[in-house]
């Protein structure tokens, strides 16, 4: 059985995953605003991803018999400075996200509950794909600069970005 700490991160993390889906659609709308519409995409497909990780959640509390508490979501901001400013604002919500779920896995070493570190393993181990990715992403855009070129060039390649959903385990 689930510590009620346990059941009460879980949860919160529910709500952390949905408002990352939120502000990532919001960041797509924002991208196809500005003519971006490959950045769109990769937004969107990122903004999917959040929302099967909060289900993930979701449907491991049910599985174990705990109740799952669904609180309100935060607005997302709606105007960015320009697409870097995009990006940074996405690795720093990811860095701020491996901390939630670096907590998530204290919490669950400290109640000795092996099947709950079992499962968080899968989000650590996606965190680090998840920050190298944006990294990546913002590494480029910080080289090209003004570059509109290199800029259309880039959203061709966000655009070929496809949903995956996670494999069950
Ligand atoms: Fe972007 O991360 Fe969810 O978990």
């Known amino acids: ?17 949905l408002f990352s889906s939120y502000l990532y659609l919001s960041m797509s709308s924002y991208c196809n605003a500005q003519g971006l519409a490959g950045f769109s995409n990769w937004m969107r497909v990122q903004a999917q991803e959040e929302l099967s990780h909060a289900t993930k959640i979701f449907d491991y509390l049910l599985e174990r018999n705990a109740q799952v508490t669904l609180g309100s979501i935060e607005q997302p901001k709606h105007e960015w400075k320009d697409l870097l400013n995009v990006f940074e604002e996405t690795l720093a919500h990811e860095k701020h996200i491996t901390g939630r779920f670096n907590l998530l896995m204290s919490v669950a070493i400290e109640e000795k509950d092996y099947a709950t570190q079992s499962f968080l393993k899968w989000f650590i181990d996606e965190q680090v794909e ?25 959203d061709q390649e966000a655009s070929t970005r496809v949903y995956v959903a996670p494999t069950a385990e």
């Open 1 to 17: 059985m689930l510590s009620e700490k346990m059941v009460k991160e879980l949860n919160n993390q529910i709500n952390e995953e």
């Open 130 to 154: 998840e920050e190298s990715n944006v990294d990546n992403m913002l590494s480029k855009l910080k080289l090209i600069g003004d570059n509109t070129s290199a800029v259309f060039y880039l």
